[in-house]
């Protein structure tokens, strides 16, 4: 079993950023044997939840469209932590974003575990 724990949700105003952090931890063989590469997804009101991007365990990354050029995903194997920063951010980037571990390469991405989820809203 991996646990998740997300850090660095809020509230900004358009055009800002912000830096959300999620460690995760648990035995060290469900580590291993679970994690692959790790992801965010979000889900905004009355919306279905979405994959936002995914980084592999060599350091590849994917993003979806809406955030491509704004948004970058990067880890620390070391540490099991991932991270995504969000610049010029957007009122339509609100939203619960969670993080995930799971398996994958750069174009596939399934995950496995889930964090419990840290609000993001922008907003003036």
């Known amino acids: 079993q991996v646990q998740l724990v997300e850090s660095g949700g809020g509230l900004v105003r358009p055009g800002g950023s912000l830096r959300l952090s999620c460690a995760a931890s648990g035995s060290i063989f469900s580590i291993i044997l679970s994690i692959n590469a790790m992801g965010w997804y979000r889900q905004a009101p009355g919306k279905q939840r979405e994959w936002v991007a995914h980084?592999?365990?060599?350091?590849?990354?994917n993003y979806a469209d809406s955030v491509k050029g704004r948004f970058t995903i990067s880890r620390d194997n070391a540490k099991n932590t991932v991270y995504l920063q969000m610049n010029s951010l957007k009122p339509d980037d609100t939203a619960v974003y969670y993080c995930?571990?799971?398996?994958?390469?750069?174009?596939?991405?399934?995950?496995?575990?889930w964090g419990q989820g840290t609000q993001v809203t922008v907003s003036s």
């Open positions: 995930t571990s799971g398996r994958g390469g750069t174009f596939d991405y399934t995950p496995g575990s």
């Open positions: 980084i592999t365990s060599a350091g590849t990354t």
